[in-house]
Structure formats: structure tokens, C-alpha cells
């Protein structure tokens, strides 16, 4: 079975940066498609970026795009979330998911289409 580990958390100050990665083990990422989700005290799950299957390009949502950069080291079998620039409100506890399915072009910021899971990280950014 895959297991996903996250490690890279933690207190960082506004405008700070933080790199959470995610290491995956039982099985490799090559092939398999991507995404991050971070839940804030009170809040929703909220899928934050995805990286497809076919050519690894990334999608941000807007509340992130150009601060936060996903990518995926197949050599290492481990995922990145680099998170510029932050802010209060990216205070949340980060998660990375996988599916071992090929969308192609395309990647989903729905839980639901993921089937493996990190434990979480905490990231707190404040001052």
C-alpha cells in the first residue's frame, strides 16, 4: 500500500517561506497524478493545487498562484509544495494526495478523486 509522508511544517513569519514535502513509499509517483489541499481551523478542505498526469504541469488556484509552486521528483519519489510569500490567512494544515490514475492533461482539486493521502502538516504563519 502507498504511504505518503509529510514533513516541512511548522512557524514561519509573514512573508516567509516554507517547503512542505511529501515522500512517498510502497509505491512509486511516476505515472500518478497530484494534489494539495490545506484545511484552516473552522474551513473546508480546500484543494489548492494539482499536477496532471501527462506533462506534470501544475494548477494553482488563484489564492496562491504565483506564491506557491507544486512539483514532483520522480527520482526521489517525492512531491513539493514550495509556498512563498506567506500570509496569516495560509495558516492551515497542509495535505498531499495521489492518484494512481491517468487523467492526462488534466488534474482534479476534489478530494474525492484522490486515493491516497499525507497525514497533514501544520503550517502556521505568523508574526
Known amino acids: 500500500q502507498v504511504q505518503l509522508v509529510e514533513s516541512g511544517g511548522g512557524l514561519v513569519q509573514p512573508g516567509g517561506s516554507l517547503r512542505v514535502s511529501c515522500a512517498a513509499s510502497g509505491g512509486s509517483l511516476d505515472g500518478a497524478a497530484i494534489g494539495w489541499f490545506r484545511q484552516a481551523p473552522g474551513k473546508e478542505r480546500e484543494g489548492i493545487a494539482c499536477i496532471n498526469t501527462k506533462d506534470g504541469n501544475p494548477y494553482y488556484i488563484d489564492s496562491v498562484k504565483g506564491r506557491f509552486t507544486a512539483s514532483k521528483d520522480i527520482a526521489k519519489n517525492t512531491v513539493y509544495l514550495q509556498m512563498n510569500s506567506l500570509k496569516p490567512e495560509d495558516t492551515a494544515v497542509y495535505y498531499c494526495?495521489?492518484?494512481?490514475?491517468?487523467?492526462?492533461?488534466?488534474?482534479?482539486?476534489?478530494?474525492?478523486?484522490?486515493?491516497?493521502w499525507g497525514q497533514g502538516t501544520q503550517v502556521t504563519v505568523s508574526s
Open positions: 494526495a495521489a492518484a494512481k490514475r491517468n487523467w492526462g492533461p488534466v488534474c482534479f482539486l476534489s478530494g474525492a478523486e484522490y486515493n491516497y
